[in-house]
């Protein structure tokens, strides 16, 4: 038997709730509006939405008669339907980042690459942020703004550039770029909504790196700048 409008928006609604409550371990006491507000700072889909999803708690109550889940007093029109179905499909099984904007090919170096090198590997393969290894140890990324920053202060300094960077390596310069708070290394199962959420709560993060565990000894499998959040915004948009 086809669903009602009001059976299916019952049934999203739950499905959001039910998600938020269990991913984030709020408490079945909470109101729908605080556990939505909660998560807020949590989720870059709520975050977006919030009123939306405010609203969507109220409208839940009117169409449903007051202790009674299965007697329906009002009918959502199509459109109030297709926004909160597509809302639970974002929250409860939101895009891997992996598989939507991930960059498949991440192009790596070791740290006793000269500098040179790898400057011209970075323009060569117009790639600017290089995962730097130490055997099989993420030591940090080689990022080109960075990077620049770095040879700027050693050209103000009257060091001798073209020397310099025939004769550095790439592990000898990690220290200078300054703290690791421009990466992270993140798991196979980053959603989009995580991944944006990260961008959003750390302005200085620049790249995610994706490993399969997230570890630091795993082999890099995507990498996500924040040059991609237009791209995860559209992906959302239209999900």
């Known amino acids: 038997m086809k669903k ?26 909470m109101s729908f509006s605080d556990v939505v507000r909660r998560s807020v700072v949590l989720n870059s889909v709520v975050r977006k939405y919030e009123e939306d999803l405010i609203d969507f708690g109220r409208l839940r109550n009117a169409i449903i008669h007051q202790g009674n889940n299965k007697f329906i007093i009002a009918e959502p029109h199509d459109d109030i339907v297709d926004k909160i179905e597509k809302l639970a499909a974002l929250i409860a099984e939101p895009p891997k980042a992996i598989d939507r904007v991930g960059k498949k090919e991440v192009i790596t170096i070791n740290d006793d690459m000269k500098i040179g090198k790898a400057i011209e590997l970075i323009a060569r393969s117009g790639y600017s942020n290089l995962p730097t290894y130490k055997g099989e140890n993420l030591i940090g990324i080689l990022n080109a703004r ?9 050209i103000a300094d009257g060091v001798n550039l073209q020397e310099y960077v025939d004769n550095a390596t790439v592990g000898s310069i990690m220290n200078e770029m300054g ?38 000894t795993a082999k890099p499998l995507a990498i996500i700048s924040y040059s991609d959040i237009i791209d995860m915004k559209k992906i959302l948009d239209v999900y």
């Open 146 to 154: 960075k990077l620049v920053a770095v040879l700027g202060n050693k």
């Open 179 to 216: 703290e690791d708070y421009y990466f992270m290394l993140a798991d196979a199962d980053l959603t989009i909504d995580q991944a944006m959420n990260f961008f959003e709560n750390n302005r200085k993060l620049l790249i995610i790196l994706i490993t399969k565990n997230g570890k630091d």
């Open 4 to 29: 009602t409008n009001a059976e299916k928006f019952i049934t999203a609604y739950n499905q959001i709730d039910y998600s938020l409550r269990t991913i984030y371990d709020f408490k079945r006491s």
